[in-house]
């Protein structure tokens, strides 16, 4: 079973009357309803503590709108779960949809990270074994885990520099990682799209209209894919070698009706993936040296 490691010496954890006390440094951290918080909220960036903030406060909904996605996920999980095996964390698992998937795969070793206890609680309410953690500071030990994953765009919302420098650390030589992104274009042309009916009705012309020149705020996100060469280099320099990058394209309204066959996310030709894709899949392994 995959073992916890303090987030700030990386020593052994003990579990003592509701709370896990490093054997080390003596750091602290609650368990709270089953689910250990190794998260240190002094070590929390501005950015962290209102994205943990934001899904905190999602989580009552969360259930609706995972519901919604209908088999809209599978293409993009597929890759993901071909190369899960061993010891497998998922960063960022939200409520526990793919952990779930991993199991149905025949994972037995699985790790929900997730930096929103209230998103924590609701995996583990579903009977997955999860921690409260930011992707930016894992509680494993070096080289400790076979496969590092996180599904459907939790690192979307993370400091990329950092969460791909924690893949590298906890990844044993030879493990594979596997994460999901948007690409920026696709997902500034799917608002626009989706923006276009509500330029009629006079409440939210405005907003469409900013939406549609890609001038509205929080449609494209800074970890949104403009170049997938740098996204390479980005996993190259935490000793991340990416086997292959997968694109999907989507269309708002027609994608909808396609995924019913499942056949919703189309295939992009490699070249075209920054330009194309909206759904994008990489794949790799932690170097051996
Ligand atoms: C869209 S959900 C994805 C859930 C799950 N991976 C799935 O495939 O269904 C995104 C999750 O990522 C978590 N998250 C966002 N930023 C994170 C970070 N920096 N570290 C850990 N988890 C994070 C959120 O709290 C949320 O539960
Ligand atoms: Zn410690």
Redesign the pocket.
């Known amino acids: 079973m995959i073992s916890l490691a303090c987030p700030l010496c990386y020593g052994d954890l003990r579990n003592v009357m509701s709370s896990l006390i490093c054997a080390r440094c003596d750091a602290r951290f609650p368990i709270a309803d089953g689910v250990p918080n190794l998260t240190l909220a002094s070590t929390l960036t501005a950015d ?1 503590a209102r ?2 903030r ?3 406060a ?2 009552d909904q ?1 259930h609706a ?2 519901r919604g ?1 209908g088999n809209r ?1 599978d293409a993009i ?1 597929r890759p993901l779960l071909e190369i899960a095996t061993g010891a497998v964390v ?10 779930a ?1 991993l199991r149905a795969h025949g994972v037995r070793d699985a790790l ?5 206890s ?3 609680s609701l ?1 583990a309410r579903n009977g997955h074994r999860v921690v409260v ?4 500071s894992l509680p494993l030990a070096d080289r400790s885990i076979d496969c590092c994953l ?10 990329l520099d950092r ?1 791909m420098a924690e893949f590298g650390r906890v990844l044993r030589p030879g493990g594979r990682f596997g994460f ?1 992104l948007l690409g920026a274009r696709a997902t500034r042309f799917s608002a626009a799209i989706v923006a276009l009916p509500l330029l009629f009705h006079q409440e939210t012309t405005w907003t469409a209209a900013d939406t549609i020149v890609g001038r509205a705020r929080g449609i494209v996100l800074p970890n949104d894919v403009r170049d997938v060469d740098e996204l390479r280099k980005l996993c190259l320099v935490n000793a991340l070698t990416t086997d292959r990058i997968t694109g999907f394209a989507r269309a708002p309204y027609l994608s909808g009706i396609l995924d019913r066959f499942d056949r919703g996310a189309l295939p992009v030709p490699s070249n075209l993936i920054a330009a194309l894709a909206y759904d994008i899949v990489v794949i790799g392994h932690r170097s051996v040296l």
């Open positions: 962290q994205v943990a934001d899904w905190d999602m989580a969360y709108i995972i996605i996920a999980d998922e960063v960022g698992c939200g409520d526990g949809r793919f952990l998937r929900g990270v997730d930096i929103s209230a998103m924590a995996a953690a930011p992707a930016e996180s599904a459907y765009y939790s690192l979307r919302y993370a400091d969460a999901t």
